[in-house]
């Protein structure tokens, strides 16, 4: 079964995250030079054939993020948060953890580098506000690196059909903006 998962922006650095890899996209060629098995990087070739990637990459936390981060996989549903808004949704196209691309992509922090990345397909920008009335599949609020409790997974394939589904009807993509649970 597919999960979803939530990265929140909590921070300036996070922020500033979000709009270098994800809002903006990340050249392919610079992450190219860092992946060395030539079958991977044909993937990420054909994953991105504008030459624009797009990367979340998380800390360890000391484990903590490493744990969570193991359990994705391919079409995983990923969604951005901040401030109680749904700013993103994309899918998982491929994971990697890769420090030296995290320091080149994101630069340096006293803390570990933002090394655990998931690779995503381009993502859907929104400003979605988070009702009382999307509470049975989604929390009010997100910190961290977080995977949706099984209960709201449920609900959502109950209720919607498919994470796709979801995304389309619940996050506004297929949408009219006046009917969007947006500002």
């Known amino acids: 079964m597919e999960n979803v998962f939530i990265f929140s922006m909590i921070d300036a650095a996070t922020t500033e995250n979000f709009k270098t890899s994800i809002e903006n996209g990340y050249d392919l060629e610079e992450v190219l030079h860092f992946v060395e098995d030539e079958i991977q990087k044909e993937k990420f070739r054909e994953f991105y ?15 903590a993020n ?35 691309l995290a320091i080149k992509v994101w630069g ?3 803390e570990d580098p933002f090394r655990l990345m998931l690779f995503m ?8 506000k988070i009702v009382p009335q999307m509470f049975k599949y ?33 996050l506004g993509q297929d949408f009219p903006f006046s009917l969007r649970h947006s500002l």
């Open 66 to 100: 490493r744990s969570k981060w193991k359990t994705i996989t391919e079409g995983d549903l990923l969604l951005g948060y901040r401030e109680g808004l749904i700013v993103s949704t994309s899918y998982v196209l491929a994971k990697m953890d890769n420090p030296s």
């Open 121 to 128: 397909t381009k993502p859907y920008l929104c400003k979605i």
């Open 49 to 63: 054939p504008d030459r624009k990637c797009y990367l979340w990459g998380e800390q360890e936390k000391n484990g």
């Open 138 to 170: 989604l929390d009010p609020e997100y910190t961290g690196f977080t995977k949706l409790n099984q209960e709201n997974l449920k609900n959502i394939i109950l209720h919607y059909g498919s994470l796709d589904e979801f995304t389309k009807f619940a």
């Open 108 to 110: 340096k922090y006293e």
